[in-house]
């Protein structure tokens, strides 16, 4: 039959839908998803858009299946003002001519198929990146009739073209960062605006990302800086620009990459996940650092400083507790022998038994002073304070950070390890849920 022979009805009316309470049913189906521009918060599809709804006043003639009618009939009957909320553009495909189809059917059914281009505006939240899963949803609805009028809802038979069986309603795509997943929603949404509420058929855009690239380019690395600072905890603190150089080359590394990263991922009003990883793990490396600073202030006072004050003590402890003057008769010294032997010509003189219970008892004393009780009595003999005892704290635990036997190092490859395994499990036990 010529296309062109068909002739609406001259009663009819295209201002006017076909009825009360007009079910217009809508299909997608998908053929590729051509990109995803996460600056722009845009998704780009290549579509076949599918629009049928009953229009009773048109008939068609008798044992004919269908009517193909020109693209520029569409203007002579009524048809949807298909509104598409998150549309930013929309480009209908064509080689030849225009992909685009009017096909009215013998049950009275106008279907109108167009394949396009279309790009959708997306509101992306960043904040779990790159453990963020992004929704976005498509309503098709209408902007001037309401609910009364006019209702949308999924056609049932529309196949999905993807990864997923035909016939499916859940279709996936997978792109080197994303795995697209399109869904439609069962119930009908209802937007309220204008002179009352207005029916729509939402499809979900669910945007997941590929985890495995972030994990080896990002997440693995960072761990192994972390591992590798510990080994530092092994090092004797003597050698300094061996533990130095493993260090700060470390923390150098966790720097550039937190720059690299936060440079190429999406911007986000807060920190990203990722970046909470990366300063985490910088903080772990510079915690490191700042340990061997205090196990090198420790050998410093424990080798400059701390003699420095036991000789001071041991002046003040002589002053007060040093043996009493001994009266000795000048007769009785000069009456007491000397003994000696000659050696190379001068003379070595030894000390009798008296003098060498006297050397006893100085050493006695000696031991005596630097005794910690001893140590611990502030000068002048007064009775020890607050400010003393936090004095003697200090000076311990310095003196423990400089062990030679690297104390602190010991505790510190214990600690660090674990703390750093309890913030992984807060952090993806977090983050995941």
């Known amino acids: 039959m010529d296309q062109h022979s068909y002739q609406v009805p001259t009663d009819y009316n295209r201002n006017i839908p076909p009825g009360k309470n007009t079910t217009v049913y809508i299909g997608v189906n998908i053929i590729r998803v051509s990109g995803v521009d996460e600056n722009k918060q845009e998704i780009t599809l290549d579509v076949f ?255 400059s400083w701390s003699r420095r004050r036991q000789d001071l003590r041991r002046a003040a402890s002589a002053a007060q507790l040093g043996p009493p003057p001994l009266h000795i008769n000048h007769l009785q010294r000069l009456s007491t022998p000397v003994t000696g032997t000659p050696q190379g010509g001068m003379f070595s003189p030894t000390l009798s038994v008296e003098d060498e219970g006297l050397k006893q008892q100085f050493e006695h004393q000696a031991i005596q002073r630097d005794s910690p009780i001893l140590e611990s009595i502030p000068p002048g003999g007064r009775a020890t304070g607050f400010v003393t005892r936090m004095r003697g704290v200090i000076d311990n635990g310095v003196m423990f950070c400089g062990a030679q036997h690297g104390a602190l190092d010991k505790y510190a490859l214990m600690i660090f390890p674990m703390c750093f395994l309890l913030f992984n499990v807060i952090y993806w036990t977090t983050y995941l849920s």
């Open 49 to 303: 858009l599918q629009v049928s709804w009953t229009e009773d006043r048109l008939n068609v003639p008798h044992r004919v299946p269908f009517i193909d009618l020109p693209w520029e009939f569409r203007q002579l009957i009524w048809t949807p003002d298909l509104y598409i909320w998150q549309l930013q553009t929309m480009k209908i495909l064509s080689v030849l001519q225009e992909m685009a189809s009017l096909r009215l059917y013998a049950n009275r059914t106008v279907t109108v198929s167009i394949g396009a281009t279309i790009t959708i505006k997306c509101d992306m939240d960043f904040v779990l990146y790159p453990l963020d899963v992004q929704n976005c949803d498509i309503d098709f609805g209408s902007y001037k009739y309401t609910t009364e009028d006019v209702r949308f809802e999924w056609r049932e038979v529309a196949r999905w073209l993807g990864l997923g069986p035909v016939g499916n309603e859940r279709s996936e795509f997978r792109l080197p960062k994303y795995v697209v997943t399109f869904v439609t929603a069962k119930s009908n949404h209802i937007h309220i605006f204008g002179e009352g509420e207005h029916s729509a058929a939402r499809m979900q855009i669910i945007l997941s990302r590929e985890l495995r690239s972030y994990l080896l380019e990002s997440y693995l690395p960072s761990s192994l800086f972390v591992i590798i600072s510990w080994g530092s905890f092994c090092v004797i603190p003597e050698i300094v620009p061996g533990r130095m150089v493993l260090l700060v080359t470390t923390l150098l590394s966790l720097v550039t990459m937190f720059d690299t990263v936060s440079t190429n991922s999406p911007d986000a009003l807060e920190l990203k996940c990722i970046e909470v990883w990366l300063i985490s793990c910088t903080i772990f490396v510079f915690l490191a650092l700042l340990e061997y600073f205090v196990v090198l202030f420790g050998i410093r006072y424990d080798k």
